[in-house]
């Protein structure tokens, strides 16, 4: 069995692509590198190439044998969306429709993609369920979305058949801490917090302590790295069982404060996180947390990691990659 992985280079997709290898599958990695880098990837088989050019996907393809594909590569900053939605229309909608097709022509019918979450907006109810209805609130959510339906009719009209893993907030490193995410591009907590705590930024920046949440920070739910690519493993085994095209949350079912998230650092790590409350930022939600049962239900798949192992990873990892895969 051979999976083609495309974003294979970046941060979710270096961790997955060492744990497709492990269950033994052989693996091909299609990355522009334009946010990914060649040596997260290690000794796995790597195209330098873009999704959107069909041949070369077709000939990756053939070559390789491919029977199944995990396709992360996508831009994903939402201010930038907002800014340039053209980019993202282009590179993750027409992108992943040129990669559908390459697929088709190719014969290869299993495809387990990268949604998120933020195809919820700000939820009615948490936690939230997939069947609540979309209410994407930047250009980058929606192009999310338009892939999903696109797939969607892939699996009405051809024999291809998917599943949309949505997201939570993926966090944390490799428990060996040589993975990793690389905080001086990241738009995400967990990497701002730690450069609050290793001296490395000024105080973090603490959006609204006026929510209607326990603390009155924004709640959310943060899963795991290596959580996260154990439930494409359990996807990709589902698709290979002859399951049926689904959409699932992947999360932890757990709601975790930026004050929860700030006091577990500063318990884990023995460091203080200077930090200031300023105002909310439009668009945030005050608490947005999977219902996870489906993809239990579905997958038998559950998170096993805490916030505590998510901290401590992350630490490891940042401390000893201060410049990311270029330190
Ligand atoms: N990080 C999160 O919290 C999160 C949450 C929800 C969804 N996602 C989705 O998960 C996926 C992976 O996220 P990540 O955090 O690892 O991002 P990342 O930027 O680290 O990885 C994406 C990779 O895709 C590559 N890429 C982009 N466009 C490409 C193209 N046209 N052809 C080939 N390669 C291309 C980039 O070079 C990069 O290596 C993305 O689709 C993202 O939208 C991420």
Redesign the pocket.
Known sequence: MTTLI??G?????SITTRLIRSTGRAVVV???????HRTAVGDAPFVQ????DTELVERICKEHGVDEVVH?????AVGESMENPSKYFQ?NVT?SQKLFDALHRAGVERVVF?????VYGTPDTVPVREDAEPRCESVYAET?LMIEKTLSWYSRTTSMRHVCLR?F??AGASSDATLG?DWRFSQ?LIPHVMKAAMGHAPALKVFGNDFPTPDGTGVRDYIHVEDLASAHVAALDHLAGKGASITCNVGTGFGTSVMDIINTTEQVTGQKVPYEIVGRRAGDPAACYADPSLITKTFGWSPTRSLEDIIATAYAWHSTHPAGHDS
């Not at 299609?30 to 990914?36: H, K, S, V, Y």
């Open positions: 495309t974003g280079a970046g941060y979710i997709g299609l990355d522009t590198l334009e946010n990914g190439g873009d999704v959107a992360f590569a996508a831009y994903k590179n992108g990268s949604s998120t979450a933020g999310k997201y907030n993926a995410e995400n």
